[in-house]
């Protein structure tokens, strides 16, 4: 099991976990999470990390078929600017590698902001922490268990 799903478990958040075989050439993560598991992309969330100017790192949590607007990721934290994180600085921090970096269960906790557009659902779906193993559930408590807001993050 992945730390995102331990965690689950270990706080008895409803949940349900869906895996498909990934594609290693296969270069947009998300996008095949949405063809494999045959599920609406608006659904369906990736985990992108950014570099504050005050050399913090933070999380944000975007539908996969839109771009993150890095000035309004930088409103919602209340910083100048943002820029995305290094990849070894991701790697680190998060203990998950690029593609199947989960919001959950992460080594750092790290300041979390989820698009707002997540509010309209019974249930999303991120990363479980590795390639191919997605987790459903509720947008509410996502937020709960990495102490994220709601915010109109994407372009």
Sequence with gaps: MTPAINLLKKQKTAHSVHEYQHDPLCESFGLEAVEK?????????????????????????????????????????HAKKAMMADKLAVERSTGYVLGGVS?????KRLKTVIDSSAEQFDSIYVSAGKRGLEVELSPANLSKLTNAVFADICL
């Design 103 to 107: 919001p959950l269960g992460q080594k």
């Design 37 to 77: 598991l045959n599920l609406p992309a608006e659904r369906v969330f990736k985990t992108l990390v950014v570099s504050l100017d005050s050399n913090e790192l933070a999380v944000a949590i975007v539908p996969v078929s839109f771009k993150l607007s890095l000035k309004s990721i930088a409103k919602a934290l």
